[in-house]
């Protein structure tokens, strides 16, 4: 299993970025996408996940500001992020997690400038 993650970019406070991750090497089935991040100096952190029926979950943190989707033909979820703030700025990873087998991307940069 391979992820691809992309999207990520400077930004100003306030804007909007829409992070995508791409799976390959899966057989369809159900699973569960999510994005994690990791701010500078600090902790890597649940932000948002799907599962293939549509279910999502959110971090308190960017609940009403970002929206995770999926496209499941193309085995591909979707992060739209609004209204960021600098707090945001992180290293952003995808994950994608079937019956405990866990599989990480390496991660695209979001910076949200002040």
């Known amino acids: 299993v391979q992820l691809q993650a992309s999207g990520g970019g400077l930004v100003q406070a306030g804007g909007s970025l829409r992070l995508s991750c791409v799976a390959s090497?899966?057989?369809?089935?159900?699973?569960?996408m999510g994005w994690y991040r990791q701010p500078p100096g600090k902790q890597r952190e649940f932000v948002a996940s799907?599962?293939?029926?549509?279910?999502?979950w959110y971090a308190d943190s960017v609940k009403g500001r970002f929206t995770i989707s999926r496209d499941n033909a193309k085995n591909t979820a979707y992060l739209q992020m609004n209204d960021l703030t600098p707090e945001d700025t992180a290293v952003y990873s995808c994950?994608?997690?079937?019956?405990?087998?866990?599989?990480w991307g390496r991660g695209t940069l979001v910076t949200v400038s002040s």
């Open positions: 994950n994608w997690n079937r019956n405990g087998a866990s599989y």
């Open positions: 799907i599962h293939t029926l549509g279910n999502t």
């Open positions: 090497g899966i057989i369809a089935g159900i699973d569960v």
